[in-house]
């Protein structure tokens, strides 16, 4: 695991793949009967799972629990938690982390958990879809079936795009990584998405507000 620990604890999952000055995102892979250590949340995060799992939390002042994670749930958590997760389960566990370095705009209101499950579980179809949305981010879930491309869209927000299935390549010829990457796109970048290739490409992106 990655070595950043605070205070004796660990750190909030199993590797830091992409950070800049307002995001830090984490990928979590859990094989079954992995403990990701106690741990310490010090930022807003968010959570989208790619391949689920029983997950049993313990925390320091609660009682222990299991959470059913299915593949595409998406959660916001703020800040303050601490807690352990193990893979109680057979399979592979693995979620992407997103933590938001930026503070939370002065005139916005306090974003609490929210959970959003509507699609959890479910095989993507091929589109674009908002899963979750606050005061400090906007969840979007991109799919796109091979020969498919998007329309270029100008962003309003600042948003880091991390790669679930596939690759994918810009309509200007700009190369996009497989699975597992990441790309930040700057507030007013024009982008558009085509899969040239023969499997399926999504991706999930987190806008900043």
């Not at 938001?100 to 959003?116: L, W």
Request: glycine share 10%.
């Amino acid at each position: 695991m990655a070595q950043e620990t605070q205070a004796g604890l660990g750190p909030v999952a199993t590797r830091v793949i992409f950070e800049n000055g307002d995001v830090k995102v984490w990928e979590m892979d859990l094989a079954p009967g992995e403990l990701c250590a106690m741990h310490r949340h010090t930022m807003d995060y968010v959570l989208y799972i790619l391949e689920g799992a029983p997950i049993g939390v313990e925390s320091p002042d609660g009682k222990p629990f299991t959470l059913k994670m299915k593949p595409r749930a998406t959660y916001f958590i703020p800040a303050g938690g601490v807690e352990s997760a193990r893979n109680v389960g057979q399979s592979r566990f693995r979620e992407v982390l997103v933590e938001i370095k930026r503070p939370a705009r002065a005139d916005a209101n306090p974003s609490g958990f929210c959970a959003s499950e509507a699609v959890a579980g479910q095989e993507p179809a091929p589109g674009a879809i908002t899963i979750l949305e606050n005061e400090r981010v906007r969840v979007s879930e991109l799919t796109l079936a091979p020969g498919a491309r998007t329309e270029p869209r100008r962003f309003s927000h600042d948003a880091v795009l991390y790669v679930a299935e596939g690759s994918s390549v810009t309509p200007g010829g700009e190369g996009e990584p497989a699975a597992g990457s990441v790309r930040w796109i700057a507030r007013g970048a024009s982008e558009a998405f085509a899969n040239g290739n023969a499997g399926r490409y999504r991706h999930v992106m987190v806008e900043l507000r």
